[in-house]
């Protein structure tokens, strides 16, 4: 019963292929089986009728029979030749080819069995009133029969291979619908729910692209509704938050006891908190509502520029040492430019150095480099901290996942955003140790197209 079910869970493709040359074969069995039968049988009426001719010879043309001598020991004639003429009745030397017949045959043909073989015999009464036997030996006519009906078989036996690859390589060809629908739904990464293409498709496969179309488009609605709903509760947040930030800025310039400023400036460090995670919030939305639109080509460098002069002060006010590579001039880094707009490459070098700056202790670095690697531009971001250990590294791009035991806070946001990016743009992402001897730092490095 588990091999009947594994066999049905075999591709479509292989089960239809199995079946049709099931099918061709059998075909062929019976075919050839009918042939070699139709054949074998003409074969033995011709040879039936090559003694009936002998006979009818014998008879035109009067002929007469002597004493045969009898053969040497051991001389047989061919198979071919071994058909003989004797008359009935008349004693003749015994030889090992022509047997002694009965007198008594009746005329026609008929099958006898003398000295352990067995002989086809046509008797007939000529005009002159002798009666002759003309026959064969059954086992040479199966054998001449045999290797004709044989011969038959041999289209079968060409046919059949041919047919079989045929039959394989018509249904592949039949199923390159649905490969190409694979194909595309696999190339899609899960970042957009667009409708299948309709045409040039089998009546029998439209139905099941059309049901699924349906379901893409109620999928697609759904997460539509979803994404406004997380994009319109975060900006109606921002407001009340932003007018919370501000009071707590000024009950914080408020005369106050030291355990109230304390309390004060906790619920000042939540609020910001709870800012950035509304900020994150949309900016999540935003990319993962991808239109598929092709983005223009921005240049690395000022890229890096911008960066550089909006996290300076953060990682200054962190003890972080923040640079780039080549000696911390930008202005040795020649031209790289990568199919991206800028406010999506600034929102991923942003998210990940942001995060570097989180995790590295205090008197650590954050070094960032780019350059030119074949068809592609790597851009890698390395630091200090503790790294991301190997069992997490697939789990950290889910959103809100947070690594435990890290005591940072954080939305678990940045890396789900930058992961989201890099597969709109076609760009891979690696986690990997900055030290891989000690197994403590992370660096992110980023292969994206250039432009």
């Known amino acids: 019963m588990g091999d009947r079910k594994k066999f049905m869970n075999v591709s479509l493709q292989f089960r239809l292929s199995f079946w049709l040359s099931c099918a061709i074969v059998a075909v062929a069995v019976v075919a050839g089986t009918f042939s070699f039968v139709t054949a074998f049988g003409e074969a033995n009426e011709l040879q039936d009728d090559i003694l009936r001719q002998v006979a009818i010879l014998a008879d035109r ?78 086992a040479v006519r199966d054998e001449i029969a045999r290797d004709g009906a044989l011969r038959t078989l041999l289209p079968f036996l060409i046919l059949m291979p041919i047919l079989l690859l045929l039959a394989r390589d018509i249904i592949k060809k039949m199923f390159r619908p649905l490969s190409r629908l694979a194909k595309e739904l696999d190339e899609s990464k899960g970042r957009t729910v667009s409708a299948l293409p309709e045409t040039d498709l089998p009546e029998e496969i439209r139905p099941f692209v059309v049901a699924i179309n349906r379901l893409f488009a109620r999928v697609a609605e759904s997460v539509s509704v979803q994404r406004r709903f997380i994009a319109d509760a975060a900006h109606e947040l921002r407001t009340p938050l932003t007018a919370l930030s501000l009071q707590a800025e000024r009950l914080n310039e408020s005369e106050m006891s030291s355990i109230a400023h304390k309390r004060s400036n906790d619920l000042r460090g939540g609020i910001q908190r709870t800012r950035h995670l509304v900020d994150q919030l949309l900016t999540y939305t935003r990319v993962q509502d991808y239109k ?98 190997l069992e997490e590294r697939e789990r950290v791009f889910d959103p809100f996942y947070r690594i435990l035991g890290t005591g940072q806070p954080g939305s678990g946001l940045g890396l789900s955003i930058v992961k989201s990016i890099c597969d709109r743009l076609n760009a891979s992402i690696r986690l990997d140790y900055a030290n891989a001897q000690r197994e403590t730092g992370l660096m992110v490095s980023i292969r994206m197209p250039k432009s």
Do not use: C
């Open 61 to 138: 043309h009067h002929a007469t029979f002597t004493e045969e001598p009898a053969n040497a020991e051991g001389s047989f004639p061919s198979i071919e030749n071994r058909v003989f003429i004797k008359p009935l009745g008349r004693a003749t030397p015994h030889d090992r080819v022509t047997p002694e017949l009965p007198s008594q045959l009746s005329d026609g043909f008929q099958d006898i069995q003398l000295h352990d073989r067995s002989y086809r015999i046509y008797v007939k009464t000529l005009k002159s009133g002798t009666r002759v036997a003309v026959g064969q030996e059954v």
């Open 292 to 389: 598929g639109v092709v983005e223009p080509g921005v240049m690395v460098n000022t890229s890096l520029q911008t960066l550089l002069e909006d996290l300076f002060p953060l990682a200054q006010s962190a003890g972080i040492d923040l640079g780039v590579g080549q000696g911390g001039d930008l202005d040795a880094y020649p031209d790289l430019w990568v199919s991206a707009s800028e406010t999506e490459l600034n929102t991923v070098l942003t998210n990940l150095v942001m995060n570097a700056i989180h995790y590295t202790p205090r008197g650590g670095e954050v070094d960032l480099d780019a350059r030119e690697d074949g068809t592609s531009v790597l851009i890698t971001v390395s630091d200090t901290g503790p790294g991301i250990p």
